[in-house]
């Protein structure tokens, strides 16, 4: 049971290049969300999708979009990527109980801009 | 305010010793509140629930105070494996069916021998 799934685990782009991290979850959940996190400032949310087909900005979503491709999976691109977007990125899962909306998360991804 | 707000750390405390850690949250729609923690370079993981009577968990205490927004984690006869960063964590529904996770900053603790 892979849980929540982020590819690439490390990227380094040059500033104005685009590319897109990939997150896929085998839970089940409807609600994902993907987070930065910076030295200092903690987890802040830029995109989250409640279920397939809808997405909603979050925190921080200035230079993301975001794709709901399926139930599964959710995508985060960066169209032309910054030195202010350096940072580690997580995708998260939750479901939908009320009191048991603990968050799943992906290992990470790490990604510089140069 | 921020919406979730954490003791600033960092914590240096001997092993055996009891550490609490305490955070505040503003949105007093906020439903539901967590503790996770976070290993150097890894994701966080759920440390445990908060609920409204307090609960424990071996040698884990949640605490909670609706009225003062106010939450706190206690940790008795501290190890060296429990090392890391506490997250506070703040859920609210947002509608459609869809929850938000609101975290704090953390705080590190670090354990010496």
């Known amino acids: 049971n892979a849980g929540v799934t982020q590819t690439p685990k490390f990227q380094v782009l040059k500033t104005g290049q685009s590319m897109t991290l990939q997150c896929a979850q085998d839970?089940?959940?409807?609600?994902m969300y993907w987070y930065r996190q910076d030295p200092g400032m903690g987890l802040r949310l830029i995109y989250y999708?409640?279920?397939?087909?809808?997405?909603d900005k979050g925190e921080v979503p200035n230079g993301y979009n975001v794709s709901r491709l399926n139930k599964r999976e959710f995508s985060l691109r960066l169209e032309s990527a910054a030195p202010s977007q350096t940072s580690v990125y997580f995708c998260?899962?939750?479901?939908?109980?009320?009191?048991?909306?603990?968050?799943?998360f992906g290992q990470g991804t790490r990604l510089t801009v140069v | 305010r921020k919406e979730v707000e954490q003791d600033p750390g960092p914590f240096n405390v001997p092993e055996g010793a009891t550490v609490a850690f305490n955070c505040t949250y503003s949105n007093s729609a906020s439903q539901s509140f967590f503790w996770y923690r976070q290993d150097c370079r890894k994701e966080p993981k759920l440390l445990m629930s908060v609920y409204s009577s307090g609960n424990e968990d071996g040698r884990f205490t949640a605490q909670l105070n609706r009225a003062s927004q106010y939450i706190s984690l206690l940790i008795r006869d501290s190890k060296l494996s429990d090392s890391a960063t506490y997250l506070c964590?703040?859920?609210?529904?947002?509608?459609?069916?869809?929850?938000?996770?609101?975290f704090g900053k953390g705080t590190k603790l670090s354990v010496i021998p």
């Open positions: 839970m089940n959940h409807n609600s």
């Open positions: 999708s409640a279920s397939e087909g809808t997405t």
């Open positions: 998260a899962t939750n479901g939908q109980r009320l009191l048991n909306t603990e968050a799943f």
């Open positions: 964590v703040v859920n609210k529904y947002s509608g459609a069916g869809s929850y938000q996770l609101t």
